[in-house]
């Protein structure tokens, strides 16, 4: 009896601690560069951001979130999807305060970066800088259906997909590799130099992180 009434405390007790450790954190790539988790918070959880490194959240859908950092106040209000924000390496919270589900990626850098400004070096005209620093570079890309985008060149990046497409890259040889990517994909690409082409039916949407 004693063993059963512990147990039943033990239960209990897990059931009675903050929202905080409920978090649903997967990993989606880890290499030399970056570690790429996709995090979702019920609504009133939050997550620790202490002992991080320096990364870049990506919000994949729209919602509500508080930000807490050991200097200043707290800020809270809406988020956007495809919106990216930079955060440093300090200990701090974000809470989901909004009454559905809080989804984004984090990015978290695994070097020090690089002090090098990189601007729109490479890349397509119609592409939109969100942000840069010594750690990544990040910006917005949109290929409407059935459309090209011009030549261009591109390092390293995490390619986060909040619109998918049928697509397929043309090497400066014409060779044509395949490069479909799904609506909530996550994935690692190399730099390369090539034409994108939108051949199916649905535009593409994507946020482009590109560590340094």
Do not use: C
Request: glycine share 8%; net charge negative.
């Amino acid at each position: 009896m004693h063993y059963r009434t512990a147990a039943v405390m033990t239960t209990l007790l897990l059931a009675a601690l903050p929202a905080t450790f409920a978090a649903s954190s997967v990993e989606k790539i880890r290499n030399d560069k970056v570690r790429v988790t996709e995090d979702t918070l019920a609504p009133g959880e939050s997550e620790d951001t202490s002992a991080k490194l320096p990364s870049m959240i990506v919000y994949m859908a729209d919602g509500t979130a508080e930000v807490s950092m050991p200097h200043g106040k707290p800020q809270n209000g809406s988020v956007k999807e495809g919106e990216t924000v930079f955060q440093s390496a300090e200990a701090g919270t974000i809470k989901n305060t909004g009454s559905s589900p809080l989804h984004f990626v984090r990015i978290e850098f695994l070097t020090a970066g690089n002090p090098e400004t990189w601007g729109m070096s490479g890349l397509s005209p119609h592409y939109v800088m969100l942000l840069e620093n010594q750690y990544a570079r990040a910006y917005d890309i949109k290929i409407p259906a059935q459309t090209f985008e011009p030549q261009h060149t591109h390092h390293d990046r995490v390619v986060v997909s909040l619109s998918g497409a049928e697509l397929e890259h043309i090497l400066p040889d014409k060779t044509i590799q395949p490069s479909t990517l799904k609506t909530g994909e996550v994935v690692w690409r190399l730099g390369a130099t090539h034409i994108g082409h939108n051949l199916g039916q649905t535009n593409l949407w994507v946020i482009a992180v590109e560590p340094k």
